[in-house]
């Protein structure tokens, strides 16, 4: 990806959550990545590995007990970290969108899409509105100053020109949601924009969802998981829909999931979280082709393919956060754990290209026949 389109760079961003007994927890522990214009990039792994929580600190929507105690997130090379909230609600909703994890629950039950999408527009377009209508105003203004001296018949035409500009000014979110739903493709938007949540399907309303995130034309969008909770037909609907809609307003896109299909079928970039950390990066070939961290085979075994005899589950489960300690995240579940993966914490090490991994198990393999390179890396890292 090209440097200059770079929107999004974080930099070993950390965060923690003060939970009950006065315990804290690291859900997003040291990660770095980038995201630029027309890049879909996804973050996948089980519940609990930290990818929505590394989400909401982008877009700085922490719980209370939540805080950012560490890196950097650059977005179009402006620091959000520590930003005035006044600045940052400028960012947060306008450049940098959020389909959040649960959209059917996102709408209030009593109004209509119309007056949730116009309540959007009021939001976040008040000025850009107000300004359009003062425009279709002064047209007004203009067009009746000439009608007095103009004929009868050309009197009758500006009067018809001035009735619809008074309709274009009264109507003009209306039309502007109506714009937005056919681009998300409901069917019949007009009946639609009139209904309550409760009268559309859910992949109807996760378009609407997605038709309220696209009001302010964001550069970045962040879908936290989807699909979740759609039939397989809605969810590639949705997934073709989201990369339409990125190849017209070329956006950025975050996708969150733990859905390797969407993965397969969205991104360009892939990175595998374990217990709050980046485990392996890629390219979605090479994480699909040739995945170097245990846990992103694992996690490929784990997911239906055509060819696929019998799926593997991977036993046990994810360590609890607050129970981390030295040594690989994912030692206890791991079938290939050595002696050091429960003495070291991993570090991140190159593979080729933005090829990325932090298994002990492909270290050791690659420099089998080279201990003093294998030596020299794990002092570089500070490992004796
Ligand atoms: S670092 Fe060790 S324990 Fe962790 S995944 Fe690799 S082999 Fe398994």
């Known amino acids: 990806m090209n440097k200059n389109n770079i929107l999004l760079e974080v930099k070993n961003l950390t965060a923690s959550f003060e939970i009950p007994d006065k315990k804290t927890i690291i859900p997003v522990n040291n990660i770095s990545f980038t995201i630029s214009k027309n890049e879909t990039v996804g973050f996948v792994g089980e519940s609990g590995s930290g990818k929505s929580s590394l989400a909401y600190c ?18 179009d090379n402006q620091e959000l970290i520590n930003l005035k909230l006044s600045e940052l ?8 969108a959020i389909i959040p994890q649960n959209p059917m629950s996102s709408f209030d039950p009593i109004y209509t899409i119309e007056k949730q999408m116009n309540e959007m ?23 009746e100053k000439t009608k007095e001296i103009k004929s009868l ?17 009264k109507n003009y979110t209306y039309n502007q949601s109506i714009q937005l739903l056919k681009l998300v493709g409901i069917n019949d938007a007009e009946k639609r924009i009139k209904q309550y949540p409760s009268e ?3 992949g109807m309303l996760q378009r609407v969802m997605i038709a309220m995130n696209l009001i302010c034309e964001p550069s970045l969008l962040i879908a936290d998981e989807p699909t979740t909770a759609l039939d397989v037909t809605v969810q590639m609907q949705i997934i073709t829909l989201l990369k339409t809609l990125q190849s017209k307003m070329h956006m950025g896109i975050m996708i ?6 969407i993965i397969a079928n969205m991104c360009d970039t892939v990175h595998v979280m374990y217990a709050g950390s980046i485990v392996e990066s890629g390219s979605t070939e090479d994480i699909f082709q040739n995945p170097k961290h245990e846990y992103t085979k694992k996690l490929m ?12 589950s991977i036993s ?23 002696e050091i993966c429960l003495k070291q914490t991993p570090f991140i090490f190159q593979i080729e290209n933005n090829h990325y991994s932090t298994c002990f198990k492909y270290l050791y393999e690659k420099y089998k026949n080279n201990h003093d390179e294998l030596k020299k890396i794990l002092n570089l890292n500070g490992i004796k």
Do not use: V, W
């Open 58 to 75: 982008i877009t700085q929507l922490l719980a209370k007990n939540a805080k950012i105690i560490g890196g950097s997130i650059k977005f």
């Open 89 to 96: 609600q400028k960012i947060r909703g306008a450049k940098i």
């Open 121 to 143: 527009f009021m939001n976040h377009l008040k000025t850009k509105i107000d300004s359009k209508k003062s425009e279709l105003f002064q047209k007004i203004k203009e067009l």
């Open 153 to 169: 018949d050309e009197q009758k035409k500006i009067s018809l020109e001035i009735l619809a500009l008074k309709k274009e000014a």
């Open 200 to 202: 559309l399907s859910g």
């Open 256 to 261: 969150i999931t733990h859905d390797l299909g």
């Open 301 to 312: 075994l784990s997911t239906p393919k055509f060819d696929t005899e019998k799926l593997e």
């Open 316 to 338: 046990g489960y994810p360590p609890a956060l607050s129970q981390l300690n030295i040594g690989c995240a994912f030692a206890e579940r791991c079938e290939k754990c050595m």
